[in-house]
């Protein structure tokens, strides 16, 4: 029996739940970091590229979901270690004024539980996904869970907004702690009793994990489509960790404000994501590839627009260009993801947990280093060029691997005329 619309439902209530743990750990404490703590826009770079460096380990949690007989307790250990490593780096903050090193040493700690976590989670929730669902169902099972993540993340990162200002460590550690826990909480829920009901295809051969993987990285399709993640999640997350200090800094944005301009930035990506699947559903509008580098390309646009406002000042228009920004992302990042799907089925043999892995790890791979480049880029320029011009510089070079990626994407994207978002579909990660 494969898993009903209910179940993928379900399932897709996890993602959210993921979502809105992660938009706290890489965004609103990365804000309060750079302009409330003042500490080099590097260090929380650092971190979060540590979380996403954990996430290297995807394809081994891939292959255990493959071999093993159990994916809940995964899914479920999975994000409670996640939850503790989020409530953990909230704590630390309150550290870093009287015990530098300390707080320092804590959050280390809590930016590799928030990667376990997130690893082993997503991607076994992932691999449950694609070989307990019926083949018809896969793509718009890779719809609904996704939106339903980047809905999380939009209402977390807005609500949460509201309740910080005026901000406090206090207020901080409340609004962390009741994400997290209640986040393990509809988890458990969500997951509950679903594996006993639904027959997953199983592994047909149970070859050591490095033999397979390099099975997997034989294949022209998947290699191909590796590099290509990896360069389009550069650009994708190079702004994740300087928008808000940016909004803070040049913008004189809270600490409330920024993160609600993350939650909007989310809302844009999400609008994008459902444009994609009526268009190319119910319109038949469109292919993968084209949807893909028309996303690369708005988001490049957009992001010459958001540096192009830094030069106004605290006036100018910051929330549309964002907004337009997430849009155009969710545009490149629902194709995206149909593609990824379609590809994880293929090949010699049918190892979507470990596909789906190493995708995702190149995913993680590439967010931690979009992320730690542009914060490190940002460190550098600012002290020369001022605060305007130094993220500014930034986001063009931002803007310049979007256009790369919509180049590639043009090549290696091949499938169907249209996207088929509600029959054979296809996925970026957390």
Known sequence: MSLTWVQIIRLGFIQLCLGAIVVLTTSTLNRLMVVELALPAILPGLLVGLHYAIQITRPQWGYRSDTGR?????????????????????YALSLFASHYMLGLSVSILAYVMIGVGVGASGTSLLALLATATDPARRPAAATITWLLMIFGIAVTAGVAGQFLDPYSHTRLMAVVSVVSFGAVGLTILSIWGI???????????????????????????????????????????????ILEPYSGLVFHFTPGQSTSLSGAQNGG??????????????????????????????????????????????????????????????????????????LAGEGRTAREGTRMGLWGAAQAIAAGFGGLIGAALVDLARPVMGDADGFATVFLFEAALYIASALMAARVITGPAQPRLSTPLSVPGE
């Open 70 to 90: 159990s994916r809940s307790r995964w899914i479920i250990g999975g994000m409670a270690i996640l939850a503790s490593g989020a409530v953990l780096a909230a």
């Open 195 to 241: 594996e006993a009901t639904v027959t997953a295809r199983a592994e047909e051969q149970s070859a050591p994990f490095l033999e397979g993987l390099r099975e997997i990285w034989a294949e022209r399709k998947a290699r191909h489509f590796t590099i290509f993640v990896f360069l389009s999640m550069s650009a994708y997350f190079m702004q994740e960790l």
């Open 269 to 342: 990506v999400f609008l994008g994501m459902v444009l994609v699947g009526v268009a190319g559903t119910a319109l038949r509008l469109g292919s993968l590839r084209q949807w893909v580098v028309g996303g690369c390309l708005g988001s490049a646009a957009a992001l010459l627009v958001i540096a192009w406002l830094g030069q106004i000042g605290p006036s100018a228009p910051l929330l549309p260009a964002v907004v337009a920004m997430g849009f155009f992302n969710g545009v490149f990042a629902v194709a995206a993801i149909g593609s990824m799907m379609a």
